[in-house]
């Protein structure tokens, strides 16, 4: 062991660099941005499966893989006292680590090079598409460190042709699946790392078709793994909710393209600007000197065939459906970096890499302390931070349930929403108001609920709007408090009810 250490020495101190420098600047303020909507679905159902394992195939019931929610629920049980919100922030921020381990591991099996590999870890450090997601609880991170991983396992499959890195491979590409269901792309661009096949040495023949056994098994043993979700009999709900963001086949056919120069519009301006410019501008770097030319095709080609299907058949979009591909474009971005450290004076590679790394670091320290303000996409941005799904007021407001609870024997409060930011985000916390009874409303009538009013005469009574800008005209409230989401119009507002008189 003393002998390990002391031959890679540097190699892990570096690693363990890395390590510090990750938790550094994924952990500080973790609870900043406020739940989001789809944060609060996932929560709440790891929340009930960390506690009744029979419904742990509840995500099904929405076509959501559950993987995610199973780390999450796991987190929920180690640390139970710990703020539900940050238990599924740390299953992000766990996927995120693995997904710079299988960045740096990736990047070494491609090009052997560990000065490649350093700089592709600091450039997942810093570019804010994985600085954001490894701190927001949704599943992209998780499945993007399974892609990686997949990746450099593909490729290390096709140099060594063994039968334990298929094993491995198929794993990580089943529990991509469990994740996500467009990990089956891992699956779909995996014959392109044939191109690192040699071709060139004897028995090459025996060692493709080899290669091709290994090809199906990696197939079968991602797919068996799968198939156990099909024990749940709403495993039909996941190709259900497939139809919600992709054409079918009649659609493309009637309507070929109808979605895709603006998609594809989007889409790119999405990247960039998650990458920043300067960091998108050293991929070019890496095609300069044709060195490694295959390598950097398979990269290459590997974003653009998942961007031009999304391009193609995809009815909605998200910043976030990119997240999956990204790692590679960091480790090409790497190797531009590497070409140019080869190429230029240090006093101008100094002034390069400040030039690279400036904007990055600056998204990265707004989203740190003013996130409404952060630069990143509009998409996310107005989805995440800026708009109604944003959950601001959402803590205060359970502190002030929380101080009813202690004044009254009992309290009734109900929500715009029978799904999502309300009313799950205070069921979460209903430990803390125990005595709160929590009502869920969609849509809202012309009236005040009979139930409420009835309680309102009993009780204090409360209601919270946040999807619509107005008030129903015959309900009687009066405003209690009203929070600004981000810098947008929307607000969440907090309303008594007034008993009839």
């Given at each position: 062991m003393r002998k390990l250490f002391d031959d890679?020495?540097?190699?892990?101190?570096?690693?363990?660099?890395?390590i510090l420098a990750y938790f550094l600047t994924r952990l500080p303020r973790l609870d900043l941005i406020p739940i989001f909507t789809d944060e609060a679905i996932y929560l709440r159902w790891s929340q009930i499966m960390a506690y009744d394992a029979s419904l742990r195939y509840l995500p099904l019931v929405d076509g959501k893989p559950p993987l995610f929610m199973w780390a999450t629920s796991i987190v929920l049980k180690l640390f139970p006292s710990l703020d539900p919100l940050l238990s599924l922030r740390l299953t992000s921020v766990g996927g995120g680590l693995f997904s710079m381990a299988g960045i740096i591991f990736t990047s070494y099996v491609f090009f052997r090079n560990k000065r490649i590999s350093l700089l592709a870890a600091l450039l997942y450090l810093v570019v804010p598409f994985t600085f954001?997601?490894?701190?927001?609880g949704l599943a992209d991170s998780l499945l993007a460190a399974f892609g990686v991983w997949s990746l450099g396992l593909g490729a290390l499959l096709v140099q060594s042709i063994r039968l334990d890195v298929a094993l491995i491979l198929g794993t990580a590409i089943g529990l991509g699946l469990l994740t996500k269901t467009p990990a089956l792309f891992f699956l779909v661009t995996l014959p392109l790392q044939l191109l690192l096949f040699n071709f060139k040495t004897s028995g090459w023949k025996i060692r493709l078709?080899?290669?091709f056994l290994l090809f199906l098994l990696v197939v079968i043993i991602s797919q068996a793994i799968f198939s156990i979700l099909r024990l749940f009999p709403l495993f039909h709900m996941i190709s259900q909710k497939n139809l919600e963001f992709i054409?079918?086949?009649a659609e493309f056919l009637a309507r070929p393209f109808e979605f895709f120069f603006n998609n594809l519009k989007t889409l790119l301006t999405w990247e960039v600007g998650y990458l920043t410019a300067p960091v998108a501008l050293t991929i070019a770097f890496a095609f300069l000197r044709g060195q490694a030319v295959k390598q950097n095709l398979i990269l290459a080609a590997i974003f653009l065939i998942h961007l031009l299907y999304m391009s193609t058949f995809n009815k909605s979009i998200f910043p976030r459906f990119l997240l999956t591909f990204t790692p590679g474009l960091l480790v090409l971005a790497a190797v531009g970096l590497d070409q140019m450290s080869?190429?230029?004076r240090p006093s101008l590679l100094v002034l390069v890499f400040v030039l690279v790394l400036a904007l990055p670091v600056y998204t990265d320290f707004k989203l740190l302390t003013d996130p409404p303000t952060a630069p990143i996409p509009d998409g996310d941005s107005k989805q995440y931070i800026n708009a109604w799904p944003a959950g601001y007021g959402v803590k205060e407001i359970r502190q002030f349930l929380a101080r009813e609870s202690s004044q009254y024997p009992k309290v009734t409060?109900?929500?715009e929403g029978t799904f999502g930011l309300m009313p799950y985000a205070l069921q979460l916390y209903q430990k803390d108001y125990p005595n709160v009874e929590i009502k869920d409303y969609w849509p809202l009538g012309e009236t005040v609920p009979a139930a409420l009013l009835e309680a309102s005469a009993n009780h204090p009574t409360y209601f919270i709007i946040y999807q619509r800008p107005d008030v129903p005209?015959?309900?009687?409230?009066r405003l209690v408090a009203s929070f600004q989401q981000g810098r947008s119009n929307d607000y969440l507002r907090l309303y008594q009810i007034?008993?009839?008189?």
């Amino acid at each position: 062991m003393r002998k390990l250490f002391d031959d890679h020495k540097t190699d892990l101190l570096v690693f363990g660099g890395l390590i510090l420098a990750y938790f550094l600047t994924r952990l500080p303020r973790l609870d900043l941005i406020p739940i989001f909507t789809d944060e609060a679905i996932y929560l709440r159902w790891s929340q009930i499966m960390a506690y009744d394992a029979s419904l742990r195939y509840l995500p099904l019931v929405d076509g959501k893989p559950p993987l995610f929610m199973w780390a999450t629920s796991i987190v929920l049980k180690l640390f139970p006292s710990l703020d539900p919100l940050l238990s599924l922030r740390l299953t992000s921020v766990g996927g995120g680590l693995f997904s710079m381990a299988g960045i740096i591991f990736t990047s070494y099996v491609f090009f052997r090079n560990k000065r490649i590999s350093l700089l592709a870890a600091l450039l997942y450090l810093v570019v804010p598409f994985t600085f954001f997601y490894d701190r927001f609880g949704l599943a992209d991170s998780l499945l993007a460190a399974f892609g990686v991983w997949s990746l450099g396992l593909g490729a290390l499959l096709v140099q060594s042709i063994r039968l334990d890195v298929a094993l491995i491979l198929g794993t990580a590409i089943g529990l991509g699946l469990l994740t996500k269901t467009p990990a089956l792309f891992f699956l779909v661009t995996l014959p392109l790392q044939l191109l690192l096949f040699n071709f060139k040495t004897s028995g090459w023949k025996i060692r493709l078709v080899k290669l091709f056994l290994l090809f199906l098994l990696v197939v079968i043993i991602s797919q068996a793994i799968f198939s156990i979700l099909r024990l749940f009999p709403l495993f039909h709900m996941i190709s259900q909710k497939n139809l919600e963001f992709i054409v079918t086949p009649a659609e493309f056919l009637a309507r070929p393209f109808e979605f895709f120069f603006n998609n594809l519009k989007t889409l790119l301006t999405w990247e960039v600007g998650y990458l920043t410019a300067p960091v998108a501008l050293t991929i070019a770097f890496a095609f300069l000197r044709g060195q490694a030319v295959k390598q950097n095709l398979i990269l290459a080609a590997i974003f653009l065939i998942h961007l031009l299907y999304m391009s193609t058949f995809n009815k909605s979009i998200f910043p976030r459906f990119l997240l999956t591909f990204t790692p590679g474009l960091l480790v090409l971005a790497a190797v531009g970096l590497d070409q140019m450290s080869t190429r230029l004076r240090p006093s101008l590679l100094v002034l390069v890499f400040v030039l690279v790394l400036a904007l990055p670091v600056y998204t990265d320290f707004k989203l740190l302390t003013d996130p409404p303000t952060a630069p990143i996409p509009d998409g996310d941005s107005k989805q995440y931070i800026n708009a109604w799904p944003a959950g601001y007021g959402v803590k205060e407001i359970r502190q002030f349930l929380a101080r009813e609870s202690s004044q009254y024997p009992k309290v009734t409060i109900g929500t715009e929403g029978t799904f999502g930011l309300m009313p799950y985000a205070l069921q979460l916390y209903q430990k803390d108001y125990p005595n709160v009874e929590i009502k869920d409303y969609w849509p809202l009538g012309e009236t005040v609920p009979a139930a409420l009013l009835e309680a309102s005469a009993n009780h204090p009574t409360y209601f919270i709007i946040y999807q619509r800008p107005d008030v129903p005209p015959n309900w009687k409230l009066r405003l209690v408090a009203s929070f600004q989401q981000g810098r947008s119009n929307d607000y969440l507002r907090l309303y008594q009810i007034l008993p009839e008189d």
